[in-house]
């Protein structure tokens, strides 16, 4: 991670792009690429979307922009010196917390409330 | 990363959430938190987006949603068996030849445009 | 249409708020909103998502994410100076000579696909 | 409004697009197209993004965009049967409530603040 946002940088610096890779343009850029990612999905049933990598064009597709969120979310990290793999570290542990493994089996109605509390 | 991975799929299993947890689901739920992140910064001229993180409250807004956007991407990862790491280092090395450096300074403008492309 | 755009203008014009008001702020608020109306559904299956205003929480919900959406993109049409409705009717006949009419009934994945062109 | 949602809801019937046309899809699609406007924003800083018309071919793209939001704004609200002009005059009558105009001028930070609450 550290080693692909340091090839960011160095991407973004020999084109002169730093200007424009400030954290309100790589937030925004952020949220365009992962709708660009839902855009795959925003027609298919559930079943056709698990199955989503069985075609080599939607395949190639799916990893392309998995590339483009990860690279606008490693660059706005540096922009704004977050490291997201300890954020998202301290977040584990505060939702451990927040959301005791329950003692039975907990049905898929308390999961999708739980789910609906975990944004 | 790989590690995250684990924790989060631990994370989901231990609540039932699997079910919810599908290629469509997660490319939805990435792209609203997404969205929460660029919220933060909506209505900030880019000065104020600069200073983001000198407001302690600001700051651990901005983690948060870092490791909300960076959890929904490595689950949609294991959802669909895509590597993120290997993913964008793969399409860096495409931009590396389909955005040569120039050989001068290229100005903002071209490298706006340029950036216009990259999506 | 026209009057909402009004009564928003005076709205915003009355608690000094058009600084904000900015084409960028306002695409970056629409695209926030329609996050928050998608992680209504984000959970739900296709079949709960279309029970969705049997709950009258969830139908509360939904009518105020509506108009959070709508009401970003009239100010940002106020912002742009464009029609929105004039632009929908002139893409809806440009759509028409996009998409013929099929003769004969169509099936879904040809619909589908037709979808995946139409953005 | 009532036209244009009769217009579309005709166009998809001739193509049997219906099924496509499910509350949780249409969701996306309205959160993916607000992407895509968000996109012709996202490296212009607030200068360029308020002289986004003057270019023709920007000038076209936004008109496009802005249409297609409203295109599935207006679809979704058929499928949930959620009237957005009702929504947002009663949205707006709310607000006019919850955020008094200030005796004196408001500054920035205000507004600014008074925005950050309005989502």
Chains 1, 2, 3, 4 share one sequence.
Not at 20 to 39: D, M, Q, R, T, Y
Not at 61 to 69: G, H, L, S
Not at 88 to 96: C, F, P, Q, S
Request: with cysteine.
């Amino acid at each position: 991670m550290g080693e692909l946002q340091r090839r960011l940088t160095d991407f973004a610096a020999a084109r002169d792009w730093q200007p424009f890779h400030v954290p309100k343009n790589l937030a925004a850029a952020l949220s365009v690429e992962a709708g660009e990612l839902l855009e795959i999905f925003q027609w298919l049933t559930p079943e056709q979307a698990a199955a989503v990598m069985d075609d080599p064009g939607s395949a190639n597709r799916v990893r392309d922009e998995v590339a483009d969120v990860l690279a606008y979310l490693l660059q706005f990290c540096t922009a704004v010196g977050v490291d997201p793999v300890a954020a998202l570290a301290a977040k584990i542990e505060r939702n451990e917390l927040r959301f005791p493994v329950p003692g039975g089996g907990a049905g898929g109605a308390a999961g999708g409330s739980d789910e609906g509390a975990e944004g």
